[in-house]
T-cell receptor, first 113, second 112 residues
Framework: DQQVKQNSPSLSVQEGRISILNCDYT??????FLWYKKYPAEGPTFLIS?????DKNEDGRFTVFLNKSAKHLSLHIVPSQPGDSAVYFC????????????FGTGTRLKVLA | DSGVTQTPKHLITATGQRVTLRCSPR?????VYWYQQSLDQGLQFLIQ???????AKGNILERFSAQQFPDLHSELNLSSLELGDSALYFC???????????FGPGTRLTVL
């Protein structure tokens, strides 16, 4: 049972354009969501998070949108830069109980110069 | 550098063997998490420890076990290894349960 799904395994975007990475979840108990970025041969690094009481959170070039009714979140990167090329994982969690993160399978973003 | 260290970086072993992966959390972090990433798979949560006690379990096989020691470092023990256990194993740490997790660089395990 995959509670967090990233249906696009890869995405290519031109430098300077917007990158939109999508994530769907099935567990209605999730109330906290995160995006992590992973470069080859490194561990994932935290990028941005959003609580379910919000529908948008912005941090510089990165914005995460949450649509609770659709159980969907997206990460927007504007403008995209070649250094953004990495694998992006979204994760869902609950802020009660164990707080464990459930990750999606990742989307490989390639930003073309 | 996240401050989380994992050893060894690479491990090659044979089926049926037993290995131990080690993780040192960031200074001050009490929670340690273990994840497995197989080829083309997401990060699968295995187990979490908080201040020496098991806090949460995920899809961890009975052949796998973990512990967190008084100095807060953690070890993941994998026994009776099978080919399908080949994966990247990540350790993460956080200040407490519910805080942002910081990941180590991972241990790549290859079972031949």
């Amino acid at each position: 049972d995959q509670q967090v799904k990233q249906n696009s395994p890869s995405l290519s975007v031109q430098e300077g354009r917007i990158s939109i990475l999508n994530c769907d979840y099935t567990n209605s108990m999730f109330d906290y969501f995160l995006w992590y970025k992973k470069y080859p041969a490194e561990g994932p690094t935290f990028l941005i998070s959003i609580s379910s009481i919000k529908d948008k959170n912005e941090d510089g070039r990165f914005t995460v949108f949450l649509n609770k009714s659709a159980k969907h979140l997206s990460l927007h990167i504007v403008p995209s830069q070649p250094g953004d090329s990495a694998v992006y994982f979204c994760a869902g969690s609950t802020t009660s109980g164990t707080y464990k993160y459930i990750f999606g399978t990742g989307t490989r973003l390639k930003v073309l110069a | 550098d996240s401050g989380v260290t994992q050893t060894p970086k690479h491990l090659i072993t044979a089926t049926g063997q037993r290995v131990t992966l080690r993780c040192s959390p960031r200074s001050g972090d009490l929670s340690v998490y273990w994840y497995q990433q197989s080829l083309d798979q997401g990060l699968q949560f295995l187990i979490q420890y908080y201040n020496g006690e098991e806090r949460a379990k995920g899809n961890i096989l009975e052949r796998f076990s973990a512990q967190q020691f008084p100095d807060l470092h953690s070890e993941l023990n994998l026994s009776s290894l099978e080919l399908g256990d080949s994966a990247l194993y990540f350790c993460a740490s956080s200040v407490a349960t519910g805080n942002e997790q910081f990941f180590g660089p991972g241990t790549r395990l290859t079972v031949l």
